[in-house]
C-alpha cells in the first residue's frame, strides 16, 4: 500500500458488507490498531487490511454484522517448509533489523499431551459417585506437610496433635490465576481477578509488578510475587499477602528478563511498582543476588523471616530440561510450593523466538518431578502448581493426576473476559482492553463484568470436575493427586508414557 | 408525602468506552421501522436523543436527566414539555412551536430539535415508552448506563422543599 | 390559610403548583381580568401568524383549576392593596382577605409619547384582547408599522408577514433585537429580513401616527421626516412591570416591585413572582427586572413554596431568549450583545462562518461565562446556559468553548473535513461538552437530577459592565 513497505503481507482481510455498514463508526472507534478508518467526504468505513490484527473487536461491536475479520486468501505458493508465517517474519527483520516481539503463548505445532491422556471411569466392580447427590471435595491445601503427625494426650486423656502445621493456603478450586503483572494486564483486570478469587475462595497472583494500594482488602486471595527487578516489593506487600512466591523463570520465556517499557509506567503504575513515572522497568534475566540453591535459600527465608513464618513461599520456574533436579533443589531449599511453568504459558511481551523454541511442555515437567520428589521422599515438602497452557477442567483433573496440587491459568483467564489471543499484548492496545494501561482503552474492560465471568468461569469448571471425580468414584481431588492409574495414553511412545508414568490405553 | 417511582439513566463514565451504540440503539428505537439497516440506510436522518460526551479518555452518554425541577420545563413557553406522574419529562410534539427556548435552558443539553417530515420539533429522551429497559441501556456492551428505578429523589438539598407530589 | 394570587399567567401557575405540593387545604384565589384561563402569553404571535390553533393556546390542560381546587375571580383586577387590613381591593371597590398574597400581575406594554397614537388602528401585542383586536383589524390592513425591533416585534412582524401584510419595522437603535444580538448577528438578522421582503427602518422614530377624519391610520412619519404608509400600527417598544395599581401602597418599588431572594415584598407575606419584579441578576449582582418566562416560572414556583410554609432561595436569574423567524435561529443568555474589545475585563470568544452560517459567541469575565451568543444551529446551547448558572471556572477547556464543531451531533461524523478519522484521532479529538468539564462537576450532576445554580458554590465577586 502506499507509502507502506511492500514487504508487509496482510494476514486478515476485513470484509464489511456495504449493504449492512450503518456508519456509526462504532469499529473505527474500537479498533485500537487503527486499521480501520473513516473518509468523512465518503462517508464510509474501510480498513487496511495489513495493519489488521485479527483481534476481532470490530466484528464483536458492530451492530449490524457486517464485519468479517477472516484469514488473508491471498497465499504465497504452496511450501511444506516455509509457512506464511516464517516468510512474513523474516520480511519484517530483513526490513527492521530487530527481533520480532510477540505476547501470549506458543502457538507453534507441538504435541499436545493432555489431548493424548485419558480418564478411567468406574464400571460394576466400583462404584461412580453423583455429584449432585454426594459431597464432593475439591478443596486443595497448598504448602509443606509435616513428614509424620506426633499426636499425644493432654492430663485430660484427650489426644491432641503436638505436630506444629506449617502454613498451607487452602483453595475452595484447586484453580489459581496466575502470575500476570500490573503493567502487563491494567487494574481492572487484577480487580476482576481478585474479587474473582475471593468471590470463589481461590487465590489470584500479582505478578511482578506489585499490589495495587487499592487491593490490599484482597490481600487474603492473594498471592505477591517477588521477582528479579524486585518492583513493587516492601513489607506491607509481603504482609497483606496470603503468600509470597519468588518468581525464578517463566515458561514463554525461560531465562530472559522483562521489559515494560516506560511508556506504560504511568502515575499509578509508578507508585504501585516504585519506580519513577516513565522509566522502564527492566526485570534482569536472573536474581543477581541468586546463583545457587543456598542464595535461593537465603531469599526463601528472608520472606519468611519478614513474615513471622506465617505464610507459605512459593518458587516458580520455567519447565526446562533438568527440572526435576531443580525443583528438589527448590524443595530442599525451603520453598513450601514449587510452580512449573511450561513452554505454552502466556506472556505479556517476548522475542518470538524464545517464546517458540524454549523449554518443555507441562505434562512431562510435572510428571517428572511429582516422580523425582516421591522418589526422594520429600514430595511432601511442597505442593505442586502447574502452569502453562490449561485450558479446561479435563486438563486440571489430569494434571492433578500427574502430581499436580493446584493449576495456575493465565491464558484461559483472559480468554474469560474477553482476549482473541491476537498476541499483541507487547503493543500496549489491547482492543478487549486487557493488557493495556491506556486509560481510554482500559474502560473496556469492566472489572465487574470481568469478575462475573471468571467467577462463572470456575464455577463450571468447579462443576466439570466433580463430574470427572464421581464418574472416577472419587469424592475428594486430593486423593486424586498423583494418582496415575487413573490415566492411559494414546498415540504415546513407549519413553513418553514412562515419563508420565502412565500405561498406554487398553493397558 | 407520598414518595413515587422515579426512572432515570445515569451513565458510569468508568466503564464508558465511547463505543456509540447507546447513540445506535436510540436512533433505532426511535425509527420507524426498529430495524438499525433500515433506519440508518433507509429512513434517513437517524436521530439519538443520547449523545456520547467525549474529550480523550473521557467518555460517557449523556440524555436528559429528568430532573426533578426540569429548567426545559420552567422554559417552555408551549407547556409542550411536561412532568409526568413518573418522573418522566417528555415533549408533547404535536404542541410544540420549536421555539428553542428549552434547547437553549437545558444545561446538559439534552433536547435539540429534530426533524420530521420537514417540521422541527424538539425532541429529548424519552425513556423508551414500550421497553423495559431504554434502549440505550440494553445496548451498552459494558453497563456504563443504568436504568435506576429509585423511589423519590434522593436529593439533600430538596429537604426545603419535597417535590415529589402526592 | 388563604393564598390570593393577582395575577394569571406561568407565574402564578407554577405558584399554584408549588403551593399545592405543600398545602392541599388552604383556598387559593386567582384574580385576572383576562376572563380566560392562564394561556402561552409568547404564542400569541404564532397564532396570528396561523401557526398555532386556538386550542393550543392554554398553558393547562382543561379542569387543571378544578384539580387543583382554585377559585377563580375573573373580569376583575387588583387595584389596591390594604397590608395593614390583610387585604386588596378589586375593581368595583370589592374587598379579598389574604394571608398570603402573590402579586404576578406582569408587565404592561409602554406607550410612547408619540403623536395621534390613541384610537384604533394603533396596539400594542401582549395579551389575547391584543391579538383579537388586531385579528379583528387584518381584513382592512393591507400595510403595517411595527414600532420597535425586540422579540415581541419581529415576532409580530414575522407574523404580519407570514399573514401577507407588507411590514415596516422601526427601530430607534442602529439595529434588530438590539438587546439580544451584536453587531454582526444583527446585520445577519437584518440580511434574513430581507431575503424575506420585510422592511426595517433602524436609527430612526415614530413620531407621529397620521390618521385621516374618520381617525383611520394612514401611515406614520419619522423623525428623520420619512413616512411610511400603513393601515395599521403595533407599538411593541417595551414592557414596564405592572405596578399602577401598587403605587400608593407602602411597597418598596422601584422600577418593578422588589423582592428578596425568598421573593418576599417589604411586606411580610406579600410575594411577587414574574415580569413584576426587580430580583437578583446573577450576573450583574444587582436586581432588575428580567422580563423572561423561565424566569416567571421559577419564581413562581419559589414565591409559592415560600408562601405554603417552604424555604426556598431564589438563587438570581439572567435572560435566556430563544427566538427565531423564518427559520432564523438566535439563542443567547446573560450578556449577549457585548463587542469585543469592549470592556477590559471581558473576554469574547467568537467562532464566525458566514458561508455556513456558523456563529457563537462567548462572553468570559474572570474566566466566567457571563452570556453568550448563538445563530442558526443552536444545538445544546443550553450547556453554556448551565455554565453561567454554575459560574465554573472555565479557563480549563476555555479553548474548546467555541469552535467550529462545538456541537457534538450524534449518529452523524463527529468530524467534518477530508482527513480520514481512525481510533488515535477519535482519542485525541477534544470537543466541546460535558466531557471537557472537571470531574467533580460532571459526577455531580450526571449522577443526580439536581439544579446547578442551586449546588454549585457561588462567589460574592460582581461584574458591572
Ligand atoms: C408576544 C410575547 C412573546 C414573548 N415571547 C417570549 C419568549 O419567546 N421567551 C420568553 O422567555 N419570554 C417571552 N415573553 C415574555 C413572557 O411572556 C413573560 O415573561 C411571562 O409571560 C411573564 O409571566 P407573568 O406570569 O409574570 O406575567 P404575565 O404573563 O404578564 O401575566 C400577567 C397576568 O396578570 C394579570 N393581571 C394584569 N393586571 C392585573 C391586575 N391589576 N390584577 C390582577 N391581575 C392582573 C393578567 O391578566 C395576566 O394574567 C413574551 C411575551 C409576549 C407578550
Ligand atoms: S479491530 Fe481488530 S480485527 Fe478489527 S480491523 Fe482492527 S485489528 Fe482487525
Ligand atoms: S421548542 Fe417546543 S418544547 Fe421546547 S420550549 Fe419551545 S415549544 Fe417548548
Redesign the pocket.
Known amino acids: 500500500m502506499l507509502y507502506e513497505s511492500i514487504f508487509v503481507f496482510p494476514t486478515f482481510e476485513v470484509e464489511r458488507d456495504y449493504e449492512k455498514c450503518i456508519v456509526c463508526k462504532t469499529c473505527v472507534q474500537q479498533c485500537t490498531f487503527n486499521a480501520t478508518y473513516y473518509l468523512p467526504h465518503r462517508h464510509k468505513v474501510v480498513t487496511r487490511d495489513t495493519e489488521c490484527v485479527g483481534c476481532r473487536r470490530c466484528e464483536a461491536m458492530c451492530p449490524t454484522g457486517a464485519i468479517k475479520v477472516r484469514r488473508y486468501q491471498g497465499e504465497f505458493k504452496e511450501n511444506a517448509y516455509w509457512s506464511p508465517r516464517d516468510l512474513k517474519d523474516l520480511y519484517k527483520q530483513a526490513e527492521q533489523g530487530g527481533v520480532i516481539l510477540t505476547g501470549g503463548g506458543n502457538d507453534r505445532e507441538y504435541p499436545i499431551y493432555w489431548d493424548h491422556i485419558l480418564l478411567d471411569a468406574c464400571q460394576v466392580t466400583n462404584p461412580s459417585i453423583d455429584p449432585l447427590r454426594e459431597p464432593m471435595e475439591l478443596r486443595t491445601y497448598l504448602g509443606r506437610k509435616p513428614d509424620k503427625l506426633d499426636i499425644g494426650y493432654n492430663e485430660k486423656g484427650e489426644p491432641e496433635l503436638r505436630t506444629k502445621i506449617p502454613p498451607n493456603l487452602v483453595a475452595d478450586i484447586p484453580v489459581i490465576f496466575a502470575p500476570m503483572s500490573y503493567g502487563a494486564l491494567n487494574l481492572n483486570m487484577h480487580r476482576a481477578e481478585a474479587a474473582a478469587a475471593k468471590a470463589m475462595g481461590t487465590y489470584w497472583n500479582t505478578g511482578e509488578g506489585g499490589l495495587h494500594r487499592e487491593l490490599y482488602p484482597y490481600g487474603d486471595h492473594t498471592i505477591v510475587q517477588v521477582a528479579s527487578g524486585r518492583f513493587g516489593v516492601h513489607a506491607e506487600y509481603l504482609q497483606v499477602s496470603a503468600a509470597m512466591e519468588i518468581k525464578i523463570g517463566q515458561g514463554a520465556k525461560p531465562g530472559i528478563g522483562g521489559h515494560l517499557p516506560g511508556g506504560k509506567v504511568d502515575e499509578e503504575i509508578s507508585k504501585t511498582r516504585m519506580i519513577p513515572v516513565g522509566t522502564d522497568a527492566l526485570s534482569p534475566a536472573p536474581h543477581h543476588d541468586i546463583y545457587s540453591i543456598e542464595d535461593l535459600r537465603q531469599l526463601i527465608y528472608a520472606l519468611k523471616e519478614a513474615t513471622n513464618y506465617e505464610k507459605p513461599v512459593s518458587v516458580k520456574i520455567a519447565a526446562v530440561h533438568n527440572v526435576a533436579a531443580i525443583a528438589s533443589g527448590i524443595a530442599r531449599a525451603g520453598a513450601d510450593i514449587i510452580v512449573l511453568d511450561g513452554f505454552r504459558g502466556g506472556t505479556g511481551a517476548s522475542p518470538a523466538i524464545v517464546r517458540d523454541y524454549v523449554g518443555i511442555p507441562i505434562e512431562l515437567a510435572l510428571a517428572a518431578v511429582d516422580q523425582r520428589l516421591r522418589d526422594e521422599g520429600i514430595r511432601n515438602w511442597v505442593s505442586l502448581i502447574a502452569a502453562g497452557g490449561i485450558r479446561n477442567s479435563g486438563d486440571v483433573i489430569k494434571a492433578v493426576a500427574l502430581g499436580a496440587d493446584a493449576v495456575y491459568i493465565g491464558t484461559a483467564a483472559l480468554l474469560a473476559v474477553g482476549c482473541t489471543l491476537c498476541h499483541k499484548c507487547y503493543t500496549g492496545r489491547c482492543a478487549w482492553g486487557i493488557t493495556t494501561n491506556d486509560p481510554f482503552i482500559a474502560k473496556r474492560l469492566n472489572p465487574e463484568i470481568a469478575a462475573e465471568r471468571l467467577t462463572n468461569l470456575l464455577r463450571a469448571w468447579a462443576q466439570e470436575m466433580k463430574e470427572m471425580l464421581g464418574l472416577m468414584g472419587i469424592n475428594a481431588i486430593e486423593s486424586l493427586r498423583g494418582n496415575r492409574l487413573r490415566l492411559r495414553a494414546v498415540g504415546l511412545s513407549k519413553e513418553e508414557m514412562d515419563i508420565l508414568g502412565i500405561l498406554p490405553a487398553g493397558a | 408525602m407520598v414518595k413515587q417511582i422515579r426512572r432515570r439513566v445515569y451513565p458510569i463514565e468508568e466503564n464508558c468506552m465511547g463505543c456509540r451504540l447507546c447513540e445506535v440503539a436510540c436512533a433505532v428505537e426511535h425509527s420507524k421501522t426498529k430495524d438499525p439497516i433500515s433506519a440508518f440506510l433507509e429512513e434517513g436522518n437517524p436521530f439519538s436523543l443520547t449523545v456520547v460526551e467525549m474529550a480523550g479518555p473521557v467518555s460517557f452518554s449523556l440524555a436528559c436527566r429528568h430532573c426533578d425541577e426540569p429548567y426545559c420545563v420552567e422554559a417552555c413557553?408551549s407547556g409542550a414539555l411536561r412532568v409526568e406522574d413518573d418522573g418522566r419529562v417528555l415533549v408533547y410534539e404535536e404542541v410544540c412551536v420549536a421555539?428553542g427556548?428549552c434547547v437553549v435552558s437545558c444545561p446538559w443539553g439534552a433536547i435539540r430539535f429534530r426533524e420530521v417530515d420537514g417540521v422541527k420539533k424538539a425532541a429529548k429522551c424519552d425513556l423508551c415508552p414500550g421497553r423495559e429497559v431504554p434502549a440505550c441501556v440494553a445496548a451498552c456492551p459494558n453497563r456504563a448506563l443504568i436504568f435506576d428505578t429509585a423511589l423519590g429523589p434522593g436529593l439533600e438539598l430538596v429537604e426545603e422543599e419535597e417535590i415529589i407530589e402526592g | 390559610m388563604r393564598y390570593v394570587i393577582?395575577?394569571?399567567?406561568?407565574?402564578?401557575v407554577s405558584a399554584i403548583d408549588a403551593i399545592r405540593r405543600r398545602d392541599q387545604d388552604g383556598e387559593i384565589y386567582v384574580?385576572?381580568?383576562?376572563p380566560r384561563t392562564?394561556y402561552c402569553?409568547?404564542l400569541?404571535?404564532y397564532k396570528l401568524a396561523g401557526q398555532v390553533p386556538p386550542e393550543r393556546l392554554p398553558y393547562r390542560q382543561e379542569g387543571y383549576y378544578r384539580a387543583k381546587g382554585v377559585n377563580l375571580i375573573y373580569g376583575k383586577?387588583?387595584e389596591g392593596l390594604e397590608p395593614e387590613k390583610g387585604r386588596v381591593a378589586l375593581t368595583g371597590g370589592e374587598r379579598l382577605e389574604y394571608d398570603r398574597l402573590l402579586l404576578?400581575?406582569?408587565?404592561v406594554p409602554f406607550m410612547p409619547p408619540i403623536e395621534g397614537l390613541d384610537g384604533p388602528g394603533v396596539y400594542p401585542?401582549?395579551t389575547m384582547e391584543h391579538l383579537e383586536l388586531v385579528e379583528a383589524a387584518l381584513r382592512d390592513w393591507r400595510e403595517v408599522v411595527v414600532v420597535g425591533a425586540g422579540?415581541?416585534g419581529i415576532?409580530a412582524a414575522e407574523a404580519l408577514h407570514l399573514r401577507g401584510l407588507r411590514v415596516t419595522v422601526v427601530e430607534l437603535l442602529d439595529r434588530i433585537l438590539p438587546i439580544v444580538l451584536d453587531g454582526t448577528s444583527s446585520v445577519w438578522a437584518q440580511r434574513e429580513m430581507e431575503k424575506h421582503g420585510m422592511g426595517y427602518i433602524l436609527g430612526d422614530s415614530v413620531v407621529a401616527i397620521e390618521r385621516d377624519r374618520k381617525g383611520n391610520v394612514q401611515g406614520v412619519s419619522l423623525k428623520s421626516g420619512t413616512r411610511v404608509p400603513a393601515q395599521g400600527v403595533i407599538v411593541a417598544v417595551g414592557v414596564r412591570p405592572?405596578v399602577g395599581?401598587l403605587s400608593s401602597s407602602p411597597l418598596q418599588i422601584n422600577k418593578g416591585v422588589v423582592v428578596d431572594d425568598c421573593m418576599e415584598t417589604n411586606i411580610e407575606g406579600v410575594y411577587a413572582?414574574?415580569?413584576?419584579v426587580e430580583a437578583y441578576d446573577l450576573i450583574l449582582g444587582a436586581k432588575r427586572p428580567i422580563?423572561?418566562?423561565?424566569l416567571?416560572f421559577r419564581q413562581g414556583l419559589i414565591a409559592g413554596a415560600n408562601m405554603a410554609g417552604g424555604r426556598r432561595r431564589y438563587v438570581g436569574g439572567f435572560p435566556i431568549?430563544a427566538?427565531g423567524f423564518f427559520g432564523f435561529k438566535v439563542a443567547s443568555a446573560g450578556l449577549s450583545t457585548v463587542e469585543p474589545d469592549m470592556e477590559e475585563s471581558i473576554e469574547v470568544l467568537r467562532f464566525v462562518d458566514e458561508e455556513r452560517g456558523i456563529f457563537r459567541k462567548v462572553v468570559l469575565g474572570n474566566n466566567k461565562v457571563m452570556g453568550f451568543l448563538i445563530l442558526n444551529d443552536i444545538s445544546r446551547a443550553g450547556i453554556y446556559t448551565g455554565l453561567i448558572w454554575s459560574r465554573m471556572d472555565v479557563a480549563g477547556f476555555k479553548e474548546y468553548l467555541v469552535d467550529e464543531v462545538s456541537v457534538p451531533e450524534s449518529c452523524r461524523p463527529i468530524v467534518s473535513g477530508t482527513e480520514p478519522w481512525s481510533f488515535d484521532t477519535m482519542k485525541t479529538h477534544r470537543r466541546f461538552g460535558w466531557a471537557l468539564f472537571p470531574l467533580s462537576y460532571r459526577k455531580q450532576f450526571t449522577a443526580m437530577p439536581s439544579r446547578i445554580e442551586e449546588i454549585c458554590a457561588f462567589d460574592s465577586e460582581v461584574y458591572t459592565l
Open positions: 413557553i421555539c427556548m | 393577582a395575577g394569571n399567567s406561568v407565574a402564578a384574580i385576572s381580568p383576562e392562564a402569553r409568547p400569541i404571535t383586577s387588583l404576578a400581575m406582569g408587565a401585542f401582549t422579540m415581541i415576532k405592572n395599581p413572582a414574574g415580569d413584576i422580563q423572561v418566562w423561565p416567571a431568549n427566538v
